[in-house]
């Protein structure tokens, strides 16, 4: 049966590896119809936004999309679309697996973890204000609600795929009561799942714990702002962000992208690595309920990464383009 998806193609190498990800997904046969639409810098001026509303409405229609990277400028200029995408639809759960793929030479060993993010809330509220000359306040928004509602995202997450700990990441001896409000809300989803250990980590301990001992971790579960930079920080341990998918998903509907941003500095020379696009594609299909294809996708990619390193893009030590790559995981298919 063939299914609506809507593919913004984003800015930087956004349409490199966009194209890319067509093309294997067209080629597992499994009926997608893509809506194709602009967001980002492209549409910017004409619009007045990095996120039009035609966009957003199609997304909200559709109930699904694929996204590449939409570049938000820094310090100045329109608000991200990223963030008002996942607010607009209420996408509130941002889930990034964080696995060692065969192939890939990274310090430690095979790490399969996943990162359940807050999407909503915390310092991404964008309020922000000048209190005076030289003084400025951003406010952090943590509610019981949204804190309440992600605990359960990742407890039945971790029952449904086999997980078997929860760790909340806080800042809670500092943030008293915003992150204090966060760890209480996880503390009552906790009890019931009684054959999930959960436990707590300072974020700075679990920073050095990450990237000391990464394999003692199962789900992480965090705020929207060290939820952004740990996803990073995971991402280097498991050989860089052109590897690791990302799905944010709500009651109504799902939107799936790489971790990584827009990568102007490779942008235009069709050197970028679409992997994390595929893996984020193959969670698309896990999602539409296309289990089977969502794992013939992934190993057909670890099929490619386990072969000759020149046949890689040159993030991962290789010579290939994105569309060199792309045809050895059409191939492999
Ligand atoms: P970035 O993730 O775009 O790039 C960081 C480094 O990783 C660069 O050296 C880049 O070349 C490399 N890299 C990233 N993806 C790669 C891939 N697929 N293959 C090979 N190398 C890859 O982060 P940066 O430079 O901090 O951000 C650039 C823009 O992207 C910013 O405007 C930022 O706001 C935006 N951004 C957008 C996101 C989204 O749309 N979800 C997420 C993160 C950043």
Redesign the pocket.
Known sequence: MARHVVLVP?D??GPE?SAATRHVVDALGVGIEWEILEAGEKVAEKYGTLLPKYVLDAIAMAGCAL?G??????GKGLP?A?VALRKALDLYANLRPVLRLPGIEAPFPPIDLVLVRENTEDLYSGIEHVVAPGVVESIKVITRKASTRIARFAFEHARKTGRKLVTAIHKADIMKKSDGLFLDSIRSVAKDYPEIRYEEFLVDRACMQLVSHPTRFDVLLMENLFGDILSDLCAGLVG???VCPGANIGEKGAVF??????????AGKG????T?MFLSAALMLDYLGSLSEGNRLREAIKKVLSGPQEKL?S?LGGKATTDQFADAVAAAL
């Open positions: 984003g930087g190498i590896i996204k990277p939409i570049t938000t400028p820094v991200s990223n860089g962000l052109g992208e790489p971790v990584h941003g827009s990568a102007p500095d490779i050197i970028a690595n679409p994390a893009t993030d």
